[in-house]
Structures are given as structure tokens and as C-alpha cells.
């Protein structure tokens, strides 16, 4: 197995926000975070490299700038995978001019999200790969 090569996901700039929109949002989810745990994240934020144009996902986003509930669903978290994911995929098949049906693994890592039907069968589906390619959810790592 080789890796011939890697795409990153650049967000749209209406994802962006700076330090001051982070803290912002974690203090108006009291009584979540403590006074002492905000001064621990600011410390992290000042300290960690996070730059003043951090992205985080339009349901945070609108909850940060607009005052908007968060959009919480599954589908929101879903529409934000597709997003990312599919950008990422299509990115790297025309990059590497690989054909969706050439592809014989899909593995994808996401921490916090593990739906059903997979990101891989998305990834599958979104582009036609072969029913036989070996794909592997990773998550909770």
C-alpha cells in the first residue's frame, strides 16, 4: 500500500473566527465551563498557535456570529462531513488523475462522528467506487 498523495480541506472564509469568537462562544454556554476552565482554554488558545482565523462549521458558526442556536442534528454533522470529505476526495482523484473505480481501500478517521450508513459508503456512493473496495471507519481515535 502506497501513499501517493494527500489533500487538505481550506474552509470557506465565512468559517473562520478568531480567539475572542472561541472564548465568546464558550462562555455563553454557561453553566458548561467554569471561570477557572475559560482561563484555562484562553491560556491554550494564546499558547497553542490557534491564529486569529480558526475555523470551526456554519452551525457553530451562526451560533457564534448570529446569535443562532446550534445546529446540533445529525444532519448538520453529516452536511459538514460530505463538505469536507467530498472536497478532499474530489481534490485527490484529480490531482493524482485516479479514477473513483481504480481505488481499492477508502479508510477514513473521524474522531467524533460515526453515522450510519458510514463515511465511507458515502465517499463510495459520491463517487462510484467499485461495490468490493475495502473501506474502514476509524472512530473514537
Request: glycine share 4%; proline share 6%.
Amino acid at each position: 500500500m502506497y501513499l501517493l498523495d494527500f489533500t487538505t480541506f481550506e474552509p470557506p472564509k465565512s468559517w473562520r473566527l478568531t480567539s475572542d469568537d472561541v472564548m465568546g462562544i464558550l462562555e455563553r454556554q454557561e453553566p458548561a465551563f467554569s471561570e477557572e476552565s475559560l482561563k484555562f482554554t484562553r491560556k491554550i488558545l494564546d499558547q497553542s498557535g490557534v491564529g486569529e482565523e480558526t475555523s470551526w462549521p456554519p452551525s457553530i458558526m451562526n451560533f457564534a456570529t448570529k446569535g443562532v442556536p446550534m445546529d446540533e442534528t445529525l444532519e448538520a454533522a453529516r452536511r459538514e462531513s460530505e463538505t469536507v470529505i467530498f472536497d478532499c476526495v474530489r481534490k485527490l482523484l484529480k490531482r493524482t488523475q485516479t479514477r473513483a473505480k481504480d481505488v481499492d481501500f477508502l479508510i477514513i478517521n473521524c474522531s467524533l462522528f460515526s453515522p450510519t450508513p458510514s463515511l465511507c459508503s458515502m465517499v463510495i456512493n459520491e463517487f462510484g467506487m467499485r461495490t468490493d473496495v475495502g473501506s474502514y471507519n476509524l472512530s473514537g481515535m
